[in-house]
Nanobody, 125 residues
Framework: QVQLVESGGGLVQPGGSLRLSCAAS????????MAWFRQVPGKEREFVAG????????YYADSVKGRFTISRDNAKNTLYLQMNSLKPEDTAVYVCAADLRPTGVRTFTSNYDYWGQGTQVTVSS
C-alpha cells in the first residue's frame, strides 16, 4: 500500500502564498507520476497540477498556470505545490495522488491509484 500525507495548508489572505507537501511511503516513489487535485464540497474533484516520474513532464490546469509550481524530490519521497498569488477561488481541500502505472501526466481521477486525506487551503480577507 502507498500512503500519502499532505501538509502545509492553512488560512492565507488573497495574494498570499503557501507551500504544500505530500509525503509518500512507497519505496518506488521515483517511478510514480504524481498530481495535486482540489475539492470543494458539492463539486467534482478538480485536477490542479501533475508531474511525471522524472519531473520532465509537467501539466497545470489553466486556472493555476503562472501562479502554482509543482515539483518533486524523489530522494525524499515528497511532492510539493508552491502556490503564489492565491485567490479566494483557490479555497479547497488539496489532495495529492499517485499513479503507479504512469504513461505520462494524466488529469483524471480515475487514472490515480492512491490518494491522501487532503489539507485545507482557505484564501480569505
Amino acid at each position: 500500500q502507498v500512503q500519502l500525507v499532505e501538509s502545509g495548508g492553512g488560512l492565507v489572505q488573497p495574494g498570499g502564498s503557501l507551500r504544500l507537501s505530500c509525503a509518500a511511503s512507497g519505496r518506488a516513489f521515483s517511478t510514480y507520476a504524481m498530481a495535486w487535485f482540489r475539492q470543494v464540497p458539492g463539486k467534482e474533484r478538480e485536477f490542479v497540477a501533475g508531474i511525471s516520474w522524472s519531473g520532465r513532464s509537467i501539466y497545470y490546469a489553466d486556472s493555476v498556470k503562472g501562479r502554482f509550481t509543482i515539483s518533486r524530490d524523489n530522494a525524499k519521497n515528497t511532492l510539493y505545490l508552491q502556490m503564489n498569488s492565491l485567490k479566494p477561488e483557490d479555497t479547497a481541500v488539496y489532495v495529492c495522488a499517485a499513479d503507479l502505472r504512469p504513461t505520462g501526466v494524466r488529469t483524471f481521477t480515475s487514472n490515480y491509484d492512491y490518494w491522501g486525506q487532503g489539507t485545507q487551503v482557505t484564501v480569505s480577507s
